[in-house]
């Protein structure tokens, strides 16, 4: 019997990252700001185009089916480099079941599969 292939999905899902972790991937005075907080701030297409180059090599590496069409800054919780974390919005795509390694609690995305299933899940066509 030949079985049909699990359909596509797109996600919107949150990749939170401490700001002392960014800004080891990324020099702010080597971009011209004071601070990461104020990159975010001022220049977020940086950050944003460095960490979907990451976490797509990450993805890549771990040989999962997932595509990242997007990752977006969102906002800070703290400015303080020590304490803060900067969330970005990503968009992902795939089979629920590859989605499922890289998206949920514990995972490089945060997603409730519980309420994103019912809110958040398009097919893909």
């Known amino acids: 019997m030949k079985q049909i292939p699990d359909k596509k999905i797109r996600i919107e899902a949150e ?6 972790e960014l800004a ?9 700001v004071a601070s990461i907080a104020e990159l ?13 180059k990451f976490v797509s090599k990450i993805i890549k590496r771990k040989k ?8 977006e800054f ?3 919780d703290s400015e303080r480099i020590e304490r803060g974390v900067a969330y970005f919005n990503a968009i992902l795509t795939g089979t629920e079941k ?19 299933i019912k809110m958040n899940v398009q097919e893909q066509i």
Do not use: M
Request: net charge negative.
């Open 74 to 76: 969102d906002y800070c």
């Open 98 to 116: 590859e989605l499922r390694k890289v998206a949920g609690e514990d995972r490089i995305f945060f997603f409730d599969w519980e309420e994103g």
């Open 64 to 71: 999962f089916s997932v595509n990242i069409e997007k990752i």
């Open 15 to 20: 990749l939170p990252i401490p700001l002392g």
């Open 40 to 52: 975010l701030e001022k220049k977020p297409h940086i950050p944003n185009s460095i960490l979907l």
């Open 24 to 32: 080891t991937y990324i020099s702010p005075k080597k971009e011209g």
